[in-house]
């Protein structure tokens, strides 16, 4: 999952909102532009060439089908007037260059003093008998040049006289006022693109609250918020997607929830089971002594039959005693009775109640004392160094070490350590390394209990193989466990 | 109170298998056993035939064991051991509440058992000492009694000797661990809600405000001292 993915759906919105906006609008305001552009020209070309007309025909007849350039000055002067200024071509010879009368107007007029001006192209139109213009720019400035042959008619039959008359005027008024028009699309295009993204912010923000909303939910489902819902709004397609979520969280919460009522039955039962083990056990066990004391003055095979009796109701009585222990811890009612404990003196106190003082080296640092449960980390520490002790090889060693936070208890043995498919399960309830072994000392549950106990005080314990051979548990236990309410511990009351 | 030789027992549970079995395991151990299926009829024989110790099943049909442990308490103070079904939830604290001196978790060895009663039993040592005087209150350790501005107190045998045990070394911090295995006989796993509520308990009687006790201490963390006072 991307970091941030409604961030960036936030922004490909966004970006494709403005870019449809800035085509829109490029689309709009360039078609207007060109559009009224070209109609300005095509407004002035149209009006020059109408003057120009008019002006010429007023001009016939020609005094000289080869006029002399004094004569082509003439023919030049009317049809210059304020606006442009034209020249007369005959041949070689063309109209002396004069100024027209006040021509310099700023943003006005053109002066044709120099034919380069003129495009050969349109020379070419004209020369072939047409009226033509063409658009030059002359030293920067726009200018509409307009050409045309003198006709001569004659009753029947027109033919060119060789005369051309070409006019310029200058486009600088309506470059001007074209200018204007861009720059007026442009300042829209721009007002267009900021209203255009504000819309689009407040739509996709619109539409993405609800996708956030979803992801949001989702998340807290994953975490394991069963009750998660998220509100259905309109009747859209993201109000399609919120119902499927919500009716998917239903589903989903009501199988956890039949889930966990079905294992909560199977431990009930468990508990049930085991406490109801409990009294016949405890009659067993009263008399289970009787039996064993009168052994052996009993004949044969009834002596062995009352130790076999005796021997069974001890370790029945202890796999009811850990049933219980455990379902204790399934139900959360396994509580902490914290005191303020030696460790040293705690594990000493262990190995001493069993026996196991002589077979185990310890390595105790003094002066560590702890906040625990000692009678929870006596059944710990005596299940480790049990185990160590049966399945593996002497000698075992108990050693305690501390941080300001933790305190570890390391307990290693000098076998040849687990099987490394084992490692993972040997706190399984009733997990038998060896399945050959359908039977093992302890109830079975042994390590699972540690491990619960090792819990409840906010620990843990692990199991590694030492890279010089044996297994090593270590029991790693805060420094002061975490009260309970102060609820089990009448002293904290006080 | 006997120790070492015929002690009475008057055991107080409901279920037939277990009291036979236990009535069988106690005699054995030489106990004079007298065995009830109910509290009513427990407190009907503690009238007539006062025992040294009474073991006393919590689940009983009818009047449940606490209050028969109340009213045992209230009647005298012989040395009362809970049977209780679990060994660590509230049954353990209310039990001992009500009086209990000590507890045993079902199915119980009987050899457990036995050493328990042993040890509620144990003659507290009588010592020729002086009459000790600690602020208002008097312990008479030859005459074993306790009285508290000239009133005698009536202490439970536990309490008598916690009592005793703390008041023995005045100032010195007595652990949990230790009160267990100088006082109940426990060994240093003992449950040490048992010291804990024999502590109120003994507040209760000796203190003038079992809040702010001046005899019996709280040392945080550590256990418990008697006194300065």
Redo the contacts between chains.
């Keep these: 999952m991307a970091p941030r993915p409604s961030l960036g759906l936030h922004a490909r919105l966004l970006f494709a909102f403005a870019l449809l906006c800035v085509v829109t609008a490029a689309a709009v305001a360039g078609g207007i532009y060109f559009q009224a552009r070209n109609g300005i020209l095509q407004r002035t070309q149209d009006a020059a060439v109408l003057a120009m007309k008019s002006r010429l025909e007023a001009l016939f007849p020609l005094r000289s089908p080869s006029p002399n350039p004094d004569e082509l000055g003439d023919i030049a002067r009317a049809v210059s007037d304020g606006g442009n200024s034209a020249i007369a071509l005959y041949g070689g010879t063309r109209s002396p260059v004069e100024p027209p009368p006040g021509w310099w107007r700023p943003g006005g007029s053109a002066a044709i003093q120099d034919v380069r001006m003129i495009p050969a192209e349109l020379r070419r139109a004209v020369a072939d008998g047409d009226i033509a213009w063409q658009r030059v720019v002359w030293q920067g400035e726009p200018i509409l040049v307009i050409g045309t042959p003198l006709l001569i008619v004659e009753r029947d039959r027109t033919w060119v006289s060789g005369i051309e008359v070409y006019t310029a005027r200058s486009l600088l008024p309506e470059q001007v006022s074209i200018d204007g028009l861009a720059a007026s699309a442009w300042r829209n295009g721009g007002v267009a693109l900021v209203f255009a993204v504000v819309l689009a912010w407040l739509a996709t923000r619109g539409v993405l609250r609800p996708v956030r909303e979803l992801g949001r939910a989702a998340r807290l489902l994953g975490e394991g918020e069963l009750r998660t819902r998220i509100a259905v709004r309109g009747s859209d397609e993201l109000a399609d997607v919120a119902r499927t979520f919500n009716n998917t969280a239903a589903e989903l919460e009501r199988h956890v929830s039949q889930l966990r009522a079905m294992e909560a039955d199977a431990r009930r039962f468990v508990a049930d089971v085991s406490h109801e083990l409990r009294t016949p056990l405890a009659a067993l066990a009263a008399v289970a002594d009787v039996l064993d004391e009168e052994a052996a003055r009993l004949p044969e095979p009834v002596g062995k039959a009352a130790r076999l009796v005796s021997q069974e109701t001890l370790n029945l009585t202890g796999l009811v005693n850990d049933l219980i222990e455990i379902s204790r811890f399934d139900s959360g009612v396994a509580a902490l009775t914290l005191n303020e404990v030696d460790m040293a003196e705690l594990v000493r106190a262990t190995l001493r109640a069993r026996g196991w003082s002589e077979q185990v080296r310890t390595e105790l640092p003094a002066a560590v004392t702890a906040r625990l449960d000692p009678r929870r980390v006596d059944v710990i520490l005596a299940n480790l160094v049990g185990n160590a002790l049966r399945h593996g090889e002497p000698p075992v060693s108990v050693r305690l070490s501390a941080d300001p936070q933790w305190i570890d208890l390391e307990v290693r043995d000098h076998g040849p350590g687990l099987d490394e498919a084992v490692l993972p399960h040997v706190f399984d309830r009733f997990y038998k390394a060896n399945a050959a072994r359908a039977r093992s000392e302890g109830s079975g549950l042994g390590l699972a209990i540690a491990r619960e106990n090792a819990r409840l005080h906010r620990g843990d314990i692990t199991v590694v193989n030492a890279a010089d051979g044996g297994a090593v548990f270590t029991l790693r236990l805060p420094l002061r466990a975490p009260d309970p309410d102060g609820q089990s511990t009448m002293g904290g009351l006080e | 109170m006997i120790v070492g030789g015929v002690s009475r027992v008057l055991l107080i549970e409901d279920?037939p298998?277990?009291r036979?079995?236990?009535e069988?395991?106690l005699t054995?151990h030489g106990h004079r056993v007298r065995a009830v299926e109910s509290g009513e009829e427990g407190l009907d024989r503690l009238r007539t035939d006062i025992p040294d110790v009474v073991v006393l099943d919590l689940m009983l049909p009818g009047m449940d064991g606490f209050e028969v442990c109340r009213r045992i308490r209230t009647a005298g103070e012989i040395p009362i051991i809970m049977l209780t079904?679990?060994s660590?939830?509230m049954d353990v604290?209310a039990g001992l509440e009500a009086g209990a001196d000590d507890y045993v978790v079902?199915?119980?060895?009987?050899?457990v058992l036995e050493a328990r009663i042993r040890a509620v039993l144990r003659r507290v040592g009588r010592d020729q000492a002086e009459l000790e005087r600690h602020g208002d209150l008097t312990i008479d350790r030859a005459g074993l009694v306790v009285a508290n501005r000239g009133v005698p107190v009536s202490l439970a045998p536990t309490e008598l000797r916690l009592l005793l045990e703390l008041s023995g070394t005045p100032g010195r911090v007595h652990?949990?661990?230790q009160l267990l295995e100088s006082v109940w006989e426990h060994?240093?796993?003992g449950?040490?809600?048992l010291?804990?509520?024999c502590?109120?308990r003994l507040r209760a009687k000796i203190e003038d405000d079992s809040a702010a006790p001046v005899y019996v201490q709280?040392v945080r963390?550590?256990g418990y001292r008697f006194g300065p006072v």
């Design positions: 279920d298998a277990v036979e079995g236990l069988l395991a054995r079904a679990r660590d939830d604290v079902k199915p119980v060895q009987p050899r652990s949990r661990q060994g240093y796993f449950d040490s809600r010291v804990d509520a502590v109120q709280t963390g550590f």
